[in-house]
């Protein structure tokens, strides 16, 4: 196309040919046209357009135009920069660009590339001509949104949360199965008749820890890893607290839960959750052995323990109390009732096991008096065992509020040094619902030396 400088004089108008180097980038602009040539002032009509730099106008009242001298049904060259501005035919099309990749939360990745979000998996795809960034919507064992809505709430709900580094990049149903564990008791079990004690509920003290009573006898947090095995954790700590507290402390043992995943397979599914009246069963007719014997791996392990024979057959070192030549073994469980008595309990014969339904927010919890907030959408739920080791009272704006102590067993960095505080009195969460105890065999002839 020929240079139209000499129609500019016919307008009255002067050509400016501006140095397009002192206006920066022109990346933006795909044609030649404005680049090259310059363009008439001043005119303005709906063939005109400002030239773009960086995308934003480079000089005000500098304008690229295309009108009859300009026109595609004779090829010429028409304003690529501004193809819907040129008279006669459609432009042609372009060739597709290449696919440059995703952009996505202020990154570019090339296509095919994954990325994790979290718990769920995010992939560059190819969508025709473009490209778009992919993801799964799994809800996550962590939600931010959970986690703040919960902190910007202390107020209403009592307690604070935390985004925990063990749980990112989970998925809620994960957690679910992996992090709880224990099989919802069959119904004949949930209706045995709880043991009924005769006693002054009002001669309870307000506030009672398992832990300040018996010092040094009570079973540590453990962190029972990706395996569903809160069954045989609350188990054993709960046998090994009553064999201590009964024996006075000649007794102390940590029990082997992972002799219950391991042996104990009636019924049972190991890490992938498990009955807790069986489990009782199983430390009743055939015993377990201590943690040194058999220790935790969090694993669906092989038995190596005989299910009949002392614990020397079992290629276990004697415990330090020359008096035990057998496996330990326990009483037949029984059920504890209401709150009064769960706390009769505890007093008097040590921490119990309690099963609770878990919801998505209190994988969640850091400290304070827990009670399940409506704030998930997408509110799984499971059931898991955990250990009441004692209770209490706390005041707060909205008045007295009671709770129990609770041992869980996501390891002592979790909640309040592995503990939390739940509210007591209303079955929050059915953990009063199912609320076990046991007697230990301690030996006689431990018994008889303790004078007991």
Request: aromatic share 10%.
């Amino acid at each position: 196309m020929p240079s139209l400088s000499w129609l500019c004089p016919l307008l009255g108008l002067t050509l400016i040919a501006p140095s397009f180097a002192q206006f920066g980038d022109y990346s933006d602009l795909r044609g030649p046209y404005c680049q090259r040539r310059g363009c008439c002032p001043g005119r303005q009509d709906d063939c005109s357009e400002p030239i773009l730099g960086n995308n934003e106008v480079i000089s005000e009242g500098t304008l690229c135009y295309c009108d009859d001298f300009c026109n595609r049904t004779r090829n010429e060259d028409c304003c690529p920069d501004f193809w819907t501005h040129c008279k006669g035919l459609p432009p042609p099309t372009d060739p597709p660009a290449p696919l440059l990749g995703c952009t996505y939360e202020g990154r570019v990745y090339p296509v095919n590339k994954q990325i994790k979000k979290n718990c769920n998996v995010c992939k560059c795809e190819k969508m025709g001509q473009r490209a778009e960034m992919l993801c799964e919507q799994h809800p996550c064992l962590i939600e931010p949104s959970i986690t703040e809505a919960i902190n910007s709430n202390y107020a209403n709900y009592g307690w604070s949360a935390s985004n925990y580094s063990k749980f990112w990049g989970h998925k809620l149903e994960e957690g679910i199965k992996l992090r709880l564990g224990t099989l919802q008791p069959q119904r004949f079990v949930m209706h045995m008749n709880p043991v009924r004690r005769i006693y002054d509920p009002h001669s309870l003290p307000r506030e009672f820890d398992s832990e300040f009573k018996w010092p040094g006898w009570m079973s540590e947090i453990q962190d029972q890893g990706w395996c569903g095995s809160s069954w045989a954790i609350t188990t054993a700590a709960v046998a090994s607290d009553r064999f201590a507290i009964l024996s006075k402390g000649r007794e102390k043992v940590t029990l082997s839960a992972q002799h219950l995943l391991s042996c104990d397979r009636r019924g049972q599914q190991s890490c992938n959750g498990g009955y807790l009246d069986r489990a009782w069963s199983y430390i009743r007719k055939i015993g377990l052995v201590d943690e040194q014997c058999f220790p935790y791996s969090a694993t669906n392990e092989k038995c190596r323990i005989p299910r009949r024979g002392d614990l020397v057959t079992a290629n276990c070192q004697l415990p330090v109390n020359v008096d035990r030549r057998s496996k330990y073994k326990v009483a037949p469980a029984y059920r504890v009732g209401n709150e009064t008595d769960i706390m009769y309990e505890i007093l008097h014969s040590g921490p119990v096991q309690a099963t609770m339904k878990v919801y998505h927010d209190f994988f969640t919890y850091k400290r304070g008096i827990y009670r399940h907030s409506p704030i998930a959408t997408n509110d799984r739920t499971g059931y898991h065992s955990v250990r009441i080791v004692g209770w209490g009272e706390e005041y707060a704006p909205e008045g007295l509020k009671k709770y129990w102590k609770v041992a869980n067993s996501w390891g002592p960095e979790w909640g309040e040094n592995g503990h939390f505080r739940i509210v007591r009195g209303s079955n929050e969460c059915e953990i009063e619902s199912f609320v076990l105890g046991t007697w230990a065999e301690v030996e006689n002839k431990l018994l008889l030396r303790n004078e007991i």
